[in-house]
């Protein structure tokens, strides 16, 4: 079974330039998370999909994040413009819905330098 | 709001010692709770979880204990391998159903030498 799909791995970008995650989940997964994992820090959830609705978007920063899953499936998460700050790894991760599992799956993340 | 506390590294080990990675938590409610590992490259991994208060999660020869008098959750290993360098989190959820957001640890990297 393939696991989750990152796209790109890496990524450097100056200050106030616009950038694009893009991540692909296991096959039949219903949930979609994005995390951001400030170096030293643990994931902290940005957004939560279920198919294609939002379930929890509280710390997602709206006023230059955005995100979309259309289709149920893929998921892009944008940052325009971008801040010094935004430098993190940015994780994609999925689940099951039905309920009885617990387990996310994560993808191997998106390491964004803003310079 | 809902919290999780670990232990701070690096821990340093020599092969065959014993581990032991503190992790506690602040929830309102009876969350399930999970230690997760990355090795160098890869992302994140489940390691173990345990959904209620006295369960015992095992995998790999690690293990931890749900505490809820002390809310603690440490993470254990009678004898470490150099294979098991890497950084682990401690992480819970309040909701047991399907929208299991994760609420992680500041994660504590582990190295051990032959």
């Known amino acids: 079974e393939a696991g989750v799909a990152q796209s790109p791995r890496y990524k450097i970008i100056e200050k106030r330039q616009s950038v694009a995650f893009w991540c692909n989940p296991i096959?039949?997964?219903?949930?979609l998370y994005w995390y951001q994992q400030i170096l030293g820090q643990g994931p902290k959830l940005l957004i939560q999909f279920q198919n294609n609705g939002v379930v929890d978007d509280s710390q997602l920063p709206k006023d230059r994040f955005s995100a979309e899953r259309l289709k149920g499936v893929d998921s892009t998460l944008k940052i325009q413009p971008a801040k010094l700050e935004d430098s993190a790894v940015y994780l994609c991760?999925?689940?099951?819905?039905?309920?009885?599992?617990?387990?996310?799956?994560f993808g191997p993340g998106t390491r964004l330098t803003v310079t | 709001g809902d919290s999780v506390t670990q232990m701070e590294g690096p821990v340093t080990l020599s092969e065959e010692a014993f581990l032991t990675i503190n992790c506690t938590y602040t929830a309102t409610g009876y969350p399930s709770l999970f230690w997760y590992v990355q090795y160098p490259g890869e992302g994140l991994q489940l390691l173990l979880k345990?959904?209620?208060?006295?369960d015992k999660g095992s995998n790999k020869g690690f293990e931890a204990t749900y505490r809820k008098e002390t809310t603690s959750f440490h993470l254990e290993k009678g004898s470490v391998q150099v294979s098991d360098s890497a950084v682990y989190f401690c992480?819970?959820?309040?909701?047991?159903?399907?929208?299991?957001?994760?609420?992680f640890g500041a994660g504590t990297r582990l190295a051990v030498h032959p």
């Open positions: 096959s039949g997964h219903a949930t």
């Open positions: 991760a999925s689940s099951d819905a039905s309920g009885l599992s617990y387990e996310q799956y």
């Open positions: 345990a959904t209620k208060a006295d």
């Open positions: 992480a819970l959820s309040e909701y047991p159903g399907g929208y299991n957001k994760l609420i």
